[in-house]
């Protein structure tokens, strides 16, 4: 099997043109390339912040933190069940940080530390917010075995083999089943959308 981030990296670097984020690209220095190393004081406070969960109603302890030039600028809890969102995974939850905080899109010039391997959902977000580098911790297969012990209804699981077998798969091979309504009123909205964008770009 390929390598997960193999998977749906390349997909989701390519759904956000340049021109869409706000502020553009950041521009990156000789100092922000030197914070690209692995700093353990990351991990630990990824894996401080899933601590948390021990006490936190409806969370669980996947934590992550997003940093830039050696200072954090994002941090996250995974805690879908509190908030009634199956997206609030801890990378997704330090990505939302980060990109209010810097008041952009574009985290290029960031790195991710992670206390766990991404399932599919947040190796997408990764790599659409174009995070440069990640750093985790435990891997998907050890997380399987720590979470074994859980009866049915302890957790909301994610089923990352059905996840990467329907990102493969044509979109009408996929689970649930798809089907194609009003794809030339969709399509217009897009088109003018995007008309209107370009203008505004010009201006």
């Not at 749906?8 to 340049?18: E, N």
């Not at 050696?70 to 997206?87: C, K, N």
């Not at 003018?192 to 201006?203: G, M, N, P, Q, V």
Request: hydrophobic share 45%; charged share 25%; aromatic share 6%.
């Amino acid at each position: 099997m390929e390598p997960l981030s193999s998977i749906l990296f390349g997909l989701a670097l390519a759904s956000i043109h340049p021109a869409l984020v706000a502020g553009g690209p950041p521009q990156e220095s000789g100092a922000a390339k030197k914070d690209d190393a692995y700093n353990e004081k990351f991990m630990k406070r990824a894996i401080a912040i899933s601590k948390t969960a021990m006490n936190i109603p409806g969370s669980e302890p996947f934590g992550a933190v997003i940093v830039r030039n050696g200072e954090i600028v994002g941090e996250g809890l995974s805690h879908a069940l509190a908030s009634l969102d199956v997206t609030s995974h801890g990378e997704i939850e330090a990505i939302r940080d980060a990109n209010r905080r810097l008041k952009r899109l574009d985290l290029s010039d960031c790195v991710i530390y992670t206390t766990c391997e991404p399932c599919p959902l947040c190796v997408a977000a990764i790599g659409i917010a174009r995070l440069k580098k990640m750093y985790y911790a435990a891997t998907l297969k050890q997380c399987d075995e720590a979470f074994a012990v859980l009866p049915a209804n302890g957790r909301f699981p994610v089923d990352v083999d059905q996840l990467i077998a329907d990102e493969r798969a044509a979109v009408d091979k996929r689970q649930p089943p798809a089907e194609q309504k009003m794809d030339a009123a969709s399509f217009e909205v897009l088109k003018t959308w995007a008309l209107e964008r370009k203008a505004a770009l010009s201006k």
